[in-house]
């Protein structure tokens, strides 16, 4: 994140506690060992140095969003939609925050597919719809608005930018994205792409900030 000074440090340490306490519960659900082996289809080294185990990680992601990878790490660049391995081929297969990215419910069914094609066991988190703040632009209840009225909301002004003061083409690039192709999951939608899966909740003061499907 850019934030400017005076917000960087509340702003990173709570998405550093969220996603530390994710991260315990799932090594904790999940049973995972440092022999465990895991494909983060999307993901980062971020969210593995939070991890308190230390598993056989490969990284899938686009060139693009893939950044240099520490040592301890494989590196694949491939799509989530059509993962280049067998049947099986890990322990557990881990997605935090992408599949609300996809575009078009065949993508995202597609998706799906491969993660419980590819993975003995899953765990795939995403914010859930019907928490009251957006969490890509941090604006309350914008999401729930017909996209019209969304396109018209967020051009004038969204907590995102506030916070992050972003150059005028990124802006552009993450507002686009935003209204073209992110949709937020509900629990029947996550039950519906996963439906062997346990459907958990993350809360925050009462409200479920995020879904995560898992099996077994």
């Not at 081929?89 to 996809?102: G, Q």
């Not at 009225?149 to 935003?178: C, F, K, M, N």
Request: hydrophobic letters at 45%; one cysteine or more; glycine letters at 6%.
């Amino acid at each position: 994140m850019n934030l400017q000074p005076g917000h960087r440090n509340w702003v990173d340490a709570a998405v550093r506690w969220f996603r530390v306490r994710r991260m315990q519960r799932f090594v904790a659900q999940m049973g995972v060992t440092a022999a465990t082996r895991v494909l983060d289809v999307g993901g980062t080294p971020l969210n593995w140095s939070l991890c308190p185990v230390r598993p056989r990680v490969t990284l899938l992601n686009l060139p693009r969003a893939a950044d240099p990878a520490p040592a301890g790490f494989s590196v694949v660049f491939g799509d989530g939609c059509r993962l280049p391995f067998s049947d099986q081929s890990f322990d557990i297969v881990f997605s935090n925050s992408v599949i609300e990215h996809i575009p078009g419910e065949a993508a995202r069914q597609e998706f799906a597919r491969e993660v419980r094609r590819v993975g003995k066991a899953y765990w795939v988190q995403t914010p859930c719809r019907s928490f009251p703040v957006e969490p890509h632009l941090w604006t309350p209840l914008v999401h729930r608005l017909p996209r019209s009225w969304q396109a018209a909301i967020v051009r004038r002004g969204t907590l995102w930018e506030w916070l992050e003061r972003p150059s005028e083409d990124r802006r552009s690039y993450y507002l686009d994205h935003y209204l073209r192709d992110i949709r937020l999951l509900g629990v029947r939608e996550m039950a519906a792409l996963f439906p062997a899966a346990r459907i958990l909740r993350e809360r925050l003061l009462g409200w479920t900030k995020s879904l995560i499907a898992v099996f077994p």
